[in-house]
Each structure stands twice: as C-alpha cells, then as structure tokens.
C-alpha cells in the first residue's frame, strides 16, 4: 500500500511541466482525493486491529517477567509458584495473569513450576501432587501473597473449567476462555459443538479409589442445549440442559460412579441434532 499511496499523492500534486501543457482535470484530482480517503480508512483499520494486540503481547510478556523478577526476590527453591488473576472487576475478564505467565518457556524456571491459582480447593491438588514441594502464592505481578492452605483432601477433587483449556481432544468443535463475574473463579470453558456428533476431551486425575459422587455448575445462556458428561464412556444422567438465562445450573449425576485412582477421560458430548449449540462448562467436582 505504501507505493499506492505514494502515486494517489503524486497524481494529487502533478503540476503542468511545460507552459502549454493542462493541468489535471478536476474529475481526476476528485479521484485521486477519494482513493487517497479509502486508503486512508483502510490504514486506519489495519492499525486499530493489530496495535491493541502487539499491546497487549507485549504487557503480557512484561507481566511474565515481573512475575519471575519478583519470585526471584523471595528466594523460593522447589517450589510450585500459584499466581494470582489480575482481574477486570466489571467484566470478570483476567487481564494478564492467565496467558502470561503459563504460555511462556519459562514454566519451569530452574527448580520452581509456575500454575495459575484458582481457588483454595483447586489449588490444594497440587499440594497433594508434590506435598515435599514449597507452596508460595504471589500476586499478579509476583509480590507474595498469604497461602491459606489447609491439609490437601485426596478424596475431594474439584475441575476448573478453564483450567482444561486446551481440551485434549475435540471433534467438530472448538473451546475457550471467557469471563463471566457469576463463575468461579469469574471464568468458565466455553464449548461450541457444531454436529450430533461433536465432543471434546480432557483428563482429570484422581488420588484415590472409590464411589465418587460428580457435579457440576453450568452457567446457562440462550444459544446452548443438551449436553452429556462422560466419564471413562460412562454417560452420566440426566443430561444437562445449558439454555437459559445468565444464571448457574447446579447439576448433580444420579448415583455414585466407581473409580480408580489414576487419570480418567472426562468428555462433554452433543445431545443436539444438526446445528451449532453452545455449552458452557464452569467446574466439576468427584468427592466421596
């Protein structure tokens, strides 16, 4: 565009080079005006498009890095680092705690791991997952933060939807973070399932054996549907039903499900004929 925009201007200026030769005619120069505003317009476009985005790569990536400076400041050695959300309060939006620091090569950061922090139960897995670790909470920039852990409870084990982005797995589908103040943790999967037979998958871990008890909190909105969750090819009932206004469903499986402790295949399936249906998915919890 810029050689373009170089000869609209020429043809704008041309002057006479000679005494008898005729100036531009005014249609011409109206054109060349009128090529000169579009051109305009389309820069104008292209730049409000991506300079946000660089903005925003770039504070990401700066966050990431106050985050490692901080941490570094407090000496924390084996270490798994819960970083706190920066959150938007009227939107719900995480501003730069997410993306910034798990997206970046420094996840593992000499002997520490650096996790998003969700809420106290959530956060407890991972206390139970490395219980000879150091467990250090900072804020969205890396200052310290009280760790109010209790004791890890193994038989209790509780999913953040948006912490199973991305899905393992998807067929004829795709997922999402969004916001939403009435979620936990103000965030929620969203899952857009466009065939009968759409799915995505993830895995979820359990400590121990026994009967589990599964929930759910969906977050209900107009365009979704009936959906099933699956547990190792189990399909729990009843099926839940995501339409609605902007409120949560507290859903509860029928029984209790036998599991092993070990890693399970948690799947979100298309209970709709031929259409797009939209799902969202909150949390889920197995406790025995």
């Not at 476009?45 to 504070?59: A, C, G």
Request: proline share 7%; hydrophobic share 40%; with cysteine.
């Amino acid at each position: 565009m810029g050689p373009l925009a170089v000869a609209i201007a020429a043809g704008l200026t041309l002057q006479p080079q000679s005494e008898g030769e005729a100036p531009p005619s005014k249609a011409w120069q109206i054109a060349c005006a009128l090529g000169t505003m579009v051109l305009a317009l389309v820069v104008v476009d292209e730049l409000r498009k991506d300079i946000p985005n660089r903005i925003k790569d770039i504070n990401r990536q700066r966050q990431a890095e106050r985050v490692h400076e901080n941490v570094d400041k407090t000496n924390a050695h084996h270490a798994i680092v819960y970083v706190q959300n920066c959150v938007e309060p009227d939107r719900g939006d995480v501003v730069y705690g997410w993306p910034s620091v798990l997206n970046t090569p420094r996840l593992w950061d000499g002997d520490r791991v650096y996790v998003r922090s969700f809420d106290v139960a959530h956060d407890r897995q991972m206390v139970t997952m490395y219980p000879t670790w150091q467990h250090q909470r900072v804020d969205c920039i890396g200052r310290p933060l009280p760790f109010p852990f209790a004791q890890p409870t193994p038989s209790r084990v509780v999913v953040e939807g948006e912490a199973k982005f991305p899905p393992d797995t998807r067929v004829d589908s795709y997922a999402q973070i969004e916001g939403l103040p009435e979620a936990s943790n103000r965030q929620f999967l969203k899952i857009t399932l466009r065939s009968p037979k759409a799915n995505v998958v993830f895995r979820q871990y359990l400590f121990e054996e026994g009967d589990y008890q599964i929930s759910a909190e969906i977050p209900l909105r107009f365009d979704s549907g009936r959906f099933a969750l699956v547990v190792d090819g189990t399909v729990l009932a009843p099926p839940l039903d995501g339409r609605g206004a902007k409120s949560v469903l507290h859903w509860n499986a029928a029984g209790k499900l036998h599991l092993a402790a070990g890693t399970h295949r948690i799947e979100v399936r298309s209970l709709e004929g031929i259409g797009t249906f939209v799902h969202a998915l909150d949390r889920i919890e197995f406790s025995k």
